[in-house]
């Protein structure tokens, strides 16, 4: 099936609104199937698991897409992202990130930016704020996270604060529609 045998028990857990008009299908193909690759295919996770729902946000469908077939639900339309490009895209990036970094002096931290809407270039951006690595251990990693919790709400035991549910950031505030509601 082309997916690492240590990756091909795992899926992507999605929601989604029902579209019931051609104009949100078209978007939905256009960009959010398009980042719902983007994040699965690099990492080889082959299945993505979808819920649709309502605007009172209650899934009332469920689908399982194929990683590797979203390309092929928007081949030969307007709109249609190619998956070759991005994969390029993706590969001549990161050689550059690496041919960079093998320049830089160890213990030097990087930050990379890419605004594709702004200014349509990749940035790597010498940043002495972003925090060393610790070694991984399960007690470096506690005390990372207990202090990360710390600086961004300056409290202990807060790691919230700022947390916010995104899940309904892509509805469409509109009355419902009169029409049956579709699923991709």
């Known amino acids: 099936s082309?997916?690492?045998?240590?990756?091909?028990?795992?899926?992507?857990?999605?929601?989604?609104?029902?579209?019931?008009?051609p104009r949100q299908v078209e978007n939905f193909e256009k960009h959010k199937l398009l980042r719902w690759w983007a994040q699965s295919?690099?990492?080889?996770?082959?299945?993505?698991?979808?819920?649709?729902?309502?605007d009172d946000g209650f899934v009332q469908k469920i689908q399982e897409l194929q990683t590797a077939k979203l390309p092929k639900y928007v081949a030969g339309k307007p709109y249609a992202w190619d998956s070759d490009i991005c994969v390029s895209f993706l590969d001549k990036a990161l050689t550059w990130v690496e041919t960079e970094?093998?320049?830089?002096?160890?213990?030097?931290?990087f930050r990379l930016e890419y605004c594709p809407k702004r200014c349509r270039e990749i940035r790597l951006i010498r940043d002495r704020r972003?925090?060393?690595?610790?070694?991984?251990?399960?007690?470096?990693?506690?005390?990372?996270?207990?202090?990360?919790?710390?600086?961004?709400?300056?409290?202990?035991?807060?790691?919230?604060?700022?947390?916010?549910?995104?899940s309904r950031d892509d509805i469409?505030?509109?009355?419902?529609?009169?029409?049956?509601?579709?699923?991709?």
């Not at 795992?10 to 008009?21: A, C, P, Q």
């Not at 399960?138 to 035991?157: F, M, Q, R, T």
């Not at 469409?172 to 991709?184: A, F, I, L, T, V």
């Open 41 to 54: 295919y690099p990492a080889g996770v082959p299945r993505i698991l979808v819920g649709f729902r309502d």
């Open 130 to 166: 972003i925090p060393p690595f610790l070694e991984p251990s399960p007690a470096n990693a506690h005390s990372a996270l207990y202090a990360v919790c710390i600086a961004d709400d300056g409290e202990a035991g807060n790691a919230g604060g700022r947390v916010r549910d995104t």
């Open 101 to 109: 970094l093998s320049a830089a002096r160890s213990g030097q931290r």
């Open 2 to 21: 082309g997916v690492a045998p240590s990756m091909e028990r795992y899926v992507e857990l999605k929601t989604s609104r029902l579209m019931d008009r």
């Open 172 to 184: 469409d505030h509109e009355p419902p529609p009169s029409k049956q509601p579709r699923m991709y």
